[in-house]
């Protein structure tokens, strides 16, 4: 007779339970496990073959073994057709999907399950390995539990390897050679316990791998001593993105993800427009009292880019460098990015020309330049995209650039756009050698722009240093609502800039200002000397894009103040003449973007005019503190004193204004949401 292939039985379904036929099979099952328990009892340990004392006998324990495996093996089959509640038994399954940890663990049949009185299961013995164990208890444990797992004890062959690890951790299963002895039928029985609830509130570990730069919140300064203030204007968007993401998943972001100036010009603002490219910004400053501490105020800075018009607009030469590794598989990965790419092609004329390099483990071109006037080629090109492989990020780069050389254009826009979600691990991985690379195809006028999407590998560090280097803005999509905001309706201003090198420096009058601090532009601080240096590479700004910069300061003869007075130190300086009602000073230095000499706008900080309380100032300058108050509780600053969440949200409602496209409503959704985020 042949014996029955088990193997080809451990994957068939179940078939559902029978009152009759479960029962007989339980039976039968039990008896099966009565009898080899019976045979092993008085022996010293578990049979197996041995040709130490003859061959016959070796050969008549092996006929044993194979009738009594033949008979277990039957007891099995209708086990498992008629009982799938001992079938989980025999094989370690958990009911209701728990941990699986041991091979023969204690496991309760189902309530309903009625053992036939004849049925005695013997009594429960002590583990094999407790020390008060008798010899014969421990050989009668390891022969049911060979049974239990279908094993041949009559054969010399290693045991079956267990599944390991638990469905609570995420991890797969692993292969374990360890064998635990079980307790018989009746003591699992007893005392049994279920298998512990699996806790699904567990995050991934990848999801707190997100990489950003780490950076000080800006310090008082005091305006005696270090009196002016000087940074770069190259604004994105990104933090704000990630942090909304954040906020709609329950928890708080990470504190270094917060940069106080990207959660400010994240949002449109109606401010004063300039009347030319040639001189392409205007700006307006407004004074109002500091909502969060007693005798300060809050100067705020708006500068208004100038909109090119369509007929302006430079020709657009576009290389789309897109991350097709592993990591970009999920939806809100690479699928998202090609949705966002086909926006963004409907918005180019049919002059301009788009081409598309891949990169996973290798780097490949997909699409040669192209003319957008072929919008069905490129879109195929895109639709065509799939994921997989590792990323060997900086060759996709180089062969990015060499595509975009090979097409340039000194009168158009020659720009890279990379679409990643920042895991860059194969190749150059040295950031300055990445950063070097980018800063010489800048010389050459090629710019890089990042759309950064994903979450739990996002390197938002290194998209914000190739962005900044490459004279681009660094994007960060988590919704198809946000590429459609940044690649639609913001397009110009993130591709086609009006000024290069853009740079801020505000002097304070000692006179009138004790001290002052700068809220936000952490990672854009420049030195007091580069503001006059042209070789000092600062930021673009795009076409009708703004930039709003808060300061606030504390006036001269204030009661309160974070930074007394040098006793040893100079008398306050004069003004000089004329300026004694000044606040400050504003100087504005840009290039325009085909020029090499930068140009200059000065404008003084007067006290007058300016708003009586918070409460009088416009909307455009109520909602901007309002998402500056937000930012700085997100990111623990330690100025705000007692103002909280509720203030924040009772100032952006008062400030949220026509608000068409719903992003204020949004941001104070998200201040809700923050005062009950998990940490």
Excluded: C
């Excluded at 942090?243 to 998943?249: G, M, V």
């Excluded at 897109?322 to 090609?338: F, H």
């Excluded at 504390?554 to 004329?578: F, H, I, M, N, W």
């Excluded at 204020?664 to 009950?676: D, G, M, P, T, W």
């Amino acid at each position: 007779m042949i014996e029955p292939d088990l193997t080809r039985l451990k994957d068939a379904p179940v078939p559902p339970l029978e009152g009759e036929a479960k029962r007989m099979a339980l039976a039968a099952a039990m008896a099966a496990f009565e009898k080899s328990a019976a045979e092993a009892q008085g022996s010293a340990a578990p049979q197996r073959l041995s040709y130490a004392s003859s061959p016959l006998e070796g050969k008549r324990k092996m006929r044993q073994t194979f009738y009594f495996n033949r008979a277990l093996a039957a007891s099995i089959a209708a086990l498992m057709i008629g009982a799938p509640a001992a079938f989980m038994l025999s094989r370690n399954y958990a009911p209701g999907g728990g941990s699986i940890s041991n091979p023969v663990g204690p496991i309760s049949p189902p309530a309903e399950v009625a053992v036939a009185p004849r049925m005695e299961a013997p009594e429960a013995v002590p583990p094999a390995s407790a020390p008060s164990a008798p010899r014969e208890e421990r050989a009668k444990t390891a022969t049911a539990a060979g049974a239990l797992g279908g094993r041949r004890e009559g054969l010399v062959a290693p045991p079956p390897p267990r599944l390991a690890g638990s469905v609570r951790d995420g991890a797969a299963p692993r292969l374990s050679r360890s064998i635990q002895p079980a307790k018989p039928v009746a003591a699992m029985n007893e005392g049994a316990r279920p298998s512990p609830p699996i806790d699904t509130n567990v995050a991934p570990e990848s999801e707190f791998r997100d990489r950003f730069e780490s950076k000080e919140t800006n310090p008082v300064k005091s305006a005696a001593t270090e009196p002016v203030s000087t940074f770069s204007i190259d604004v994105d968007a990104a933090s704000y993105a990630f942090a909304r993401r954040a906020l709609n998943a329950g928890r708080l972001p990470p504190k270094n993800s917060v940069r106080v100036e990207e959660f400010v010009n994240y949002f449109p603002y109606d401010y004063p427009k300039p009347e030319s490219a040639q001189t392409p910004f205007k700006p307006t400053i407004t004074v109002t009292p500091s909502p969060w501490s007693a005798g300060n105020r809050l100067v705020h800075v708006a500068i208004q880019g100038y909109a090119l018009q369509s007929a302006e607009r430079p020709r657009a030469n576009l290389v789309f460098l897109i991350d097709v590794s592993g990591s970009m598989s999920p939806q809100d990965r690479l699928p998202l990015v090609k949705n966002a790419l086909r926006m963004l092609v409907d918005e180019l004329k049919p002059e301009d020309t788009v081409a598309v390099v891949t990169y996973a483990s290798g780097s490949g071109v997909a699409l040669e330049p192209t003319k957008v006037a072929d919008k069905a080629k490129i879109l195929a090109a895109i639709d065509a995209l799939g994921a997989g492989g590792s990323t060997a990020g900086a060759q996709g780069i180089q062969d990015a650039y060499r595509l975009a050389e090979s097409n340039f254009d000194r009168s158009a826009v020659n720009r890279v756009i990379l679409a990643t979600d920042g895991d860059f691990n194969v190749g150059v991985t040295d950031q300055s050698e990445l950063k070097g690379l980018i800063e010489r195809k800048r010389e050459k006028g090629v710019f890089l722009s990042i759309l950064g999407v994903g979450q739990g590998n996002y390197n938002d560090a290194l998209m914000q240093a190739l962005a900044q280097n490459g004279n681009g803005a660094a994007v960060y999509v988590d919704t198809l609502n946000e590429a459609r905001k940044a690649l639609v309706d913001e397009a110009s201003s993130t591709l086609f800039p009006i000024a290069k090198d853009v740079k801020i420096q505000v002097e304070w009058n000692p006179a009138r200002v004790s001290e002052y601090r700068l809220i936000g532009y952490e990672t854009r601080a420049l030195r007091r000397e580069d503001f006059n240096n042209d070789k000092v590479d600062a930021g673009d700004v795009g076409s009708g894009h703004r930039v709003t910069a808060i300061y606030e300061i504390t006036p001269v003869g204030a009661e309160k103040k974070l930074v007394d007075d040098l006793r040893y130190g100079k008398k306050t300086p004069v003004a000089a003449q004329g300026a004694e009602s000044e606040l400050g000073f504003l100087k504005l230095r840009y290039k325009l973007p085909k020029e090499d000499a930068s140009r200059l706008i000065t404008q003084s900080i007067a006290e007058s005019p300016s708003a009586e309380s918070i409460a009088h100032a416009s909307q455009d300058v109520r909602f901007s503190v309002a998402v500056a108050a937000f930012a700085q509780l997100l990111k623990g600053a330690p100025y705000l004193g007692d103002y909280g969440y509720d203030d924040v949200i009772a100032l952006a409602q008062s400030a949220k204004g026509d608000d068409p496209f719903g992003y204020r409503a949004e941001f104070v959704n998200l201040a809700r949401l923050a005062k009950s985020a998990r940490p």
